[in-house]
């Protein structure tokens, strides 16, 4: 794992930016996975800045998304769809339908994880994945228990998670207790991932994960087995390691 420390919020963002378009540069056909949370808006924003001051393409792009809540309709505005939409597809010249998430509203959930995983091999590999982690060490919604073998999954959130992402909903309750998420293994198929750390309260998190011990009770720790992770952390999530 490569590890870059940045002084703080603004420079994460940019930095994680700079390599989302050399990706794009590099090849404009790119498969680039997302990820929603507070950590990549950002990012985002740099995303768009770059589109509308330098140009950057994403007309040809894909983008497959980690995770979405089961049971919101895909309009309601605390879903993914909603949140990459307003974050970032609206902004930039992508095509909608190049823009895949799980359809948390699926009659059969199975069914769906079963799709979305196909379309991970269908379209994939991704060619840069976007992480951010939960405290508790998750990513997408793969929970502390998640097995490094897992594929795109349905899972109950910990009660943690609920509450880190009460902020967003209008009451802890309204949070979802379900999501559909790709597994650490679809994760794990993409050809570079990016992970992103920032603020004080990351800081436990990104100490655990720099002490290398892959253990299924910290699911981050699974990026060790992929061989190249780059980690950009600011100084506030940086600072017990
Ligand atoms: C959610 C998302 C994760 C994200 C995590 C951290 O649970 N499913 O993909 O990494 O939140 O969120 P934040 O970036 O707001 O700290």
Redesign the pocket.
């Known amino acids: 794992m490569k590890v870059v420390v940045v002084e703080n919020y603004d420079e994460m963002s940019l930095r994680a930016a700079e390599i989302v378009e050399q990706q794009v540069l590099k090849n404009a056909k790119s498969i680039l996975g997302l990820?929603?949370?507070?950590?990549p808006i950002g990012l985002y924003g740099k995303m768009i800045e770059g589109f509308k001051n330098r140009s950057v393409s994403y007309e040809q792009i894909k983008t497959i998304n980690?995770?979405e809540y089961q049971g919101l309709n895909r309009n309601h505005p605390n879903s993914y769809h909603s949140f990459m939409y307003e974050n970032l597809f609206k902004h930039i010249n992508i095509q909608m339908r190049n823009t895949y998430l799980p359809d948390g509203q699926a009659r059969s959930v199975e069914e769906e994880c079963e799709r979305y995983e196909a379309l991970i091999d269908r379209i994939g590999p991704v060619h840069l994945q976007i992480?951010?982690?939960?405290t508790n060490g998750?990513?997408?919604?793969n929970e502390p228990g998640t097995p490094e073998g897992s594929l795109t999954h349905c899972v109950e959130l910990d009660e943690s998670?609920r509450k880190n992402?009460a902020r967003f909903f209008e009451s802890p309750d309204a949070v979802p207790t379900h999501a559909i998420t790709m597994g650490i293994a679809s994760i794990l198929k993409s050809d570079r991932i990016l992970l992103l750390a920032s603020g004080k309260k990351k800081a436990p998190a990104v100490k655990k994960l720099m002490e290398q011990q892959v253990s299924e009770d910290f699911p981050a720790s699974y990026l060790w087995n992929h061989d190249d992770v780059t980690l950009i952390a600011d100084r506030d999530a940086y600072q017990l390691v």
Request: glycine share 24%; hydrophobic share 35%; charged share 5%.
């Open positions: 990820a929603t949370g507070s950590t980690l995770d992480l951010g982690m939960g998750h990513i997408g919604f998670t992402n």
